[in-house]
T-cell receptor, first 110, second 113 residues
Framework: DAKTTQPPSMDCAEGRAANLPCNHSTISGNEYVYWYRQIHSQGPQYIIH???NNETNEMASLIITEDRKSSTLILPHATLRDTAVYYCIVREVGDDKIIFGKGTRLHILP | DVKVTQSSRYLVKRTGEKVFLECVQDMDHENMFWYRQDPGLGLRLIYF???????EKGDIPEGYSVSREKKERFSLILESASTNQTSMYLC????????????FGQGTRLTVV
């Protein structure tokens, strides 16, 4: 079973920051938070992951709350190409399986 | 760049046929995965393999088997295809250890008629 809860869908205006929330209230100390996205008709693509510190890469930023029970993926300047389903995944170090939940369908509005 | 290649993008098979879906990765990854994706149900793990000849059942292994004779190749086998196995099938690979990213193929859309 997926260990995360995400809103089923969100809208964001093009050029604005898209903030995608994820709840993982039962996360344990050795579990990482991963984010993937799936653009229509393609396989999922890794975006970012983190343990407890905030992380940033060329695609996005990941903000994890101090108690680690929730996180937010931030796409700083959303474009139409960011329209996709975004998956938040909790995964333990040493656990090779990746279990996807339902994700959030993000619509970028022109 | 890591490449995960699935042998077919679209496939149509008849009920009762034995179906092989092939996946090849070119980055010497330890782990390989097979998922199916259906509307409203999301991505569900069928099987994964963490080494040659090693496999572990995922959430929905019934009706499927897998083969991993070489590190780079992971095959999903439908012994006797049924219409409820019509789906998008996605293969993935990852380097190993629990915290590395996974790379996905483009998917095979299988229709069983």
């Amino acid at each position: 079973d997926a260990k995360t809860t995400q809103p089923p869908s969100m809208d964001c205006a093009e050029g604005r920051a898209a903030n995608l929330p994820c709840n993982h209230s039962t996360i344990s100390g050795n579990e990482y938070v991963y984010w993937y996205r799936q653009i229509h008709s393609q396989g999922p693509q890794y975006i970012i992951h983190g343990l407890k510190n905030n992380e940033t890469n060329e695609m996005a930023s990941l903000i994890i709350t101090e108690d680690r029970k929730s996180s937010t993926l931030i796409l700083p300047h959303a474009t139409l190409r960011d329209t996709a389903v975004y998956y938040c995944i909790v995964r333990e170090v040493g656990d090779d399986k990746i279990i996807f939940g339902k994700g959030t369908r993000l619509h970028i509005l022109p | 760049d890591v490449k995960v290649t699935q042998s077919s993008r679209y496939l149509v098979k008849r009920t009762g046929e034995k179906v092989f879906l092939e996946c090849v990765q070119d980055m010497d990854h330890e782990n390989m995965f097979w998922y199916r994706q259906d509307p409203g149900l999301g991505l569900r793990l069928i099987y994964f393999s963490y080494d040659v000849k090693m496999k572990e059942k995922g959430d929905i292994p019934e009706g499927y088997s897998v083969s991993r004779e070489k590190k780079e190749r992971f095959s999903l086998i439908l012994e006797s295809a049924s219409t409820n196995q019509t789906s998008m099938y996605l293969c993935a690979s990852s380097l190993g250890a629990g915290y590395t990213e996974a790379f996905f193929g483009q998917g095979t859309r299988l229709t069983v008629v």
